[in-house]
């Protein structure tokens, strides 16, 4: 009894590591919109939950090697569209967390990279941003359908009117050319796991709310929120989006007084009932 009990907790001891292995260790980006953030004092302790942030090809090739802006248009420093909201919005995310839950989150997220095609399975939560902007390859298509259909999750945000749904579109359709993007319906569980979501109002960016001419300010003119998704062969969501909205704004910019207090009250539990909607389906 005394080595059948030994042996199971080699065998787990060596579960675990490879797990640690096939990790790629923690980095941070220095290209994300917030610039150089301080790691948090419990940045590596080990947590039941944690968030990935997708690092992807910018459509149109961008610069640095293709991590630019959209047609070398924006992006933030060396890395591009992907790093927008990226840390502050995944780490207010998680502080919200464990204030508004029993959920254990990690105070700082992983970026993972689809060419890394074990590294995006060890994180079953994956969020991104700037959808108008990605440009995946077959390749990567592939790898993000295999993680869904095994049970990954993403959350998409933060991208606007046609054009730019058009682009996300065109990745999304290589990725399930099968699988329709639908409205999510206000019955569905995730707008109610922990909190009751019916009333979903657009959220807007700080941009917006400053008012920038040009590109950035005509952007949100005339659209309406849309809580879109594409469910697996058991109805569960694998894909959700909020299009025409920017819940990463909402997330942030939580703790700057100059935002809109009833914008990250949403934006926080929206993300609060798709982490525990991904957590329990």
Known sequence: MRLRT?????????????????????????????????????WDKP?????????????????FGGFGGFGGRRGFGREGSWGTDYPLGGRHLAEGLRRLTKVNARSVEQVVELDDTDDIFNWPWLVAGEMGDWKLTAAQAKTIREYL???????????WGPEEWARFDESMKVVFPDRPTVDIDNKD????????????????????????????????????ARWEGVYDDKNRLMVTMSFNSDVGDSWEFADDPTYPEKFSALGIRIGVNYVVYAMTH
């Open 6 to 42: 030994l042996f199971l907790l080699i065998l787990a001891f060596l579960g675990i590591w490879g797990v640690m292995l096939a990790q790629k260790p923690f980095k941070q980006y220095p290209g994300g919109q917030d610039g150089d953030v301080p790691l948090p004092p419990d």
């Open 47 to 63: 947590t039941e939950w944690s968030s990935a942030r997708l690092r992807y090809r910018d459509l149109g090739g961008g610069r």
């Open 149 to 159: 259909l095994r049970g990954g999750f993403i959350y998409m945000d933060d991208f």
């Open 189 to 224: 569980s995730i707008f109610h796991v922990v909190y009751d979501l019916d009333d979903r109002y657009q959220i807007l960016g700080m941009w917006a709310l400053r008012g920038r001419g040009g590109f950035m300010g005509q952007r949100a003119a005339g659209t309406v």
